[in-house]
């Protein structure tokens, strides 16, 4: 199902800790695998599983704790908003209602068009830089001003 790409990145994250510990590259396999899938389905899940020696609920349990691996196919652009009480009270909340007016969507929404997800995210660790958001979970993007949102939009929109 992975491709011998994402396999062998795999293997570079496994290799990375003892061999008796190579469930601990979880996250990163499963981050490999969703960018790869765009999404972590049952099955990614469970060839993880195989993978590292897990039993596949340790990784369901692991893929549903952390919220930036979707269960479910996102848009192109997954646009995550940090809405914690920092940024909300840094412009956050307002980023997001932007955002949801905007593209006609709600947070765990996608255009119609499938190209935009919209996401509630906590903490990114740049409280100072609200607000913020990240995009595709590798991407963060600071001071989003309703200009810089629909600059974003618009680039992204191309």
């Given at each position: ?10 293997a570079?994250?496994v ?96 255009t ?9 995210g ?11 958001l ?8 600071s ?16």
């Amino acid at each position: 199902m992975l491709s011998e790409q994402s396999l062998a990145l795999i293997a570079t994250e496994v290799a990375k800790y003892p061999a008796e510990q190579k469930r601990s590259a979880v996250m990163g396999a499963l981050r490999i695998a969703q960018v790869e899938k765009g999404w972590v389905s049952p099955e990614v899940m469970a060839e993880v599983a195989v993978i590292l020696d897990m039993p596949p609920v340790a990784v369901q349990e692991v893929a549903t704790f952390y919220n930036m691996y979707d269960l479910k196919l996102v848009g192109k652009h997954k646009i995550t908003v940090c809405t914690n009480l920092p940024c909300a009270l840094s412009g956050g909340v307002d980023a997001a209602e932007y955002i949801q007016k905007k593209l006609n969507i709600g947070f765990n929404e996608t255009t119609a068009d499938g190209m935009f997800t919209l996401k509630e995210g906590e903490c990114m660790g740049a409280c100072g830089d609200a607000p913020v958001l990240l995009h595709n979970n590798h991407t963060m993007c600071s001071f989003m001003s309703t200009a810089k949102i629909d600059e974003l939009l618009q680039e992204l929109a191309k």
